[in-house]
């Protein structure tokens, strides 16, 4: 099994600026792609940001320019730098992973999430 934790969520104000970190746990896993996600309260869940083990990235369009993924392979963490926040980023921030692990081949990994608040 592979463990994702997700912190750094919290309430701040539209202007304002927070870090999100996703940090894997497990034995015998090779991380390939990472993602956050996002899920408001009666909206579908969306891609925020998305990173290969290579270090290519790619952006929701309301995401483009405010936020930066990035991710340190030897510590297992990826993280999400959320500037310039909108009341409408307010949503719970989820972190996936798409893990090669030994035995078990291709398996997709969720968090449980961390909520971030944007008040006007």
């Known amino acids: 099994q592979v463990q994702l934790v997700e912190s750094g969520g919290g309430l701040v104000q539209a202007g304002g600026s927070l870090r999100l970190s996703c940090a894997a746990s497990?034995?015998?896993?090779?991380?390939?792609?990472m993602g956050w996600y996002r899920q408001a309260p009666g909206k579908q869940r969306e891609l925020v940001a998305g990173?290969?083990?290579?270090?290519?990235?790619n952006y929701a369009d309301s995401v483009k320019g405010r936020f930066t993924i990035s991710r340190d392979n030897a510590k297992n963490t990826m993280y999400l730098q959320m500037n310039n926040l909108k009341p409408e980023d307010t949503a719970v921030y989820l972190c996936?992973?798409?893990?090669?692990?030994?035995?078990?081949?291709?398996?997709?990994?969720w968090g449980r999430g961390t909520q971030v608040t944007v008040s006007s």
């Open positions: 990173i290969t083990n290579g270090g290519n990235t």
């Open positions: 996936n992973a798409i893990v090669y692990q030994t035995g078990w081949g291709q398996r997709n990994y």
């Open positions: 497990g034995s015998g896993f090779d991380i390939r792609t």
